[in-house]
Structure formats: C-alpha cells, structure tokens
C-alpha cells in the first residue's frame, strides 16, 4: 500500500507542532480519483489525485462544523483516528549494530 503524506496546515506554531494528511492510497482512491477527474474534463484520461484529496478536505470542513450530527459522528468514527495516533505515536526501536 502507497501512503501520500502532505502537509496540511499554515497555522502551526513554530517548532510546536506540525500537521500531516496521511492518505492511503488504495486503488478505489485512484478509482475515484480518476473518476473525478474524468468527470470534470472528459474522456479517458487519468489523473486528479489533488482534487480528490480536495474533495475529502471539503467533508472534514463539514464534519468540524456539523460534529453533533449522527452520521458524522459515525463517519468520523469509523475513521478508528484513536488507534492511528497510537500506531504514530509509537516509538522508534533502536537500530541494532
């Protein structure tokens, strides 16, 4: 599995933090992503993988103002971002020599 990692926010503070999107990169994002893209300009070409990943900053803008709403409470959820930030927040074993 591909993982793009994109930087995500101009609002850090200096040195203390830093935000990321990590996208996986299944073929049913590419898939969609093409889709997209072809829906947009036509014919048979790919690409748009950015516009994609646009479209799905547009649902997190919405599920921050709508919070209290059933389904994206569900929807975020689903997301498991507990179990992720435990995953990246694990410490780095030492090299061995």
């Known amino acids: 599995m591909k993982t793009l990692v994109l ?3 101009a609002k850090e503070e200096l040195g203390e933090e ?3 999107h990590l996208v996986p ?3 049913s994002h590419i898939e969609s992503a093409n ?3 072809r829906a947009r300009f036509g014919g048979n070409d790919v690409g748009g993988l950015l516009h994609w990943i646009g479209q ?3 649902l997190v803008d ?3 103002v709508s919070a209290a709403d059933d ?3 569900k929807r975020v959820e689903s997301f498991s971002l507990t179990s992720l930030a435990a995953l990246l927040r694990c410490p780095i074993s030492p090299a061995t020599p």
């Open 18 to 20: 830093y935000k990321v």
């Open 35 to 37: 889709n997209l893209f």
């Open 7 to 9: 930087k995500a926010s």
């Open 62 to 64: 919405y599920d921050m």
């Open 71 to 73: 389904v994206v409470k």
């Open 25 to 27: 990169c299944f073929s």
């Open 56 to 58: 799905r900053e547009q």
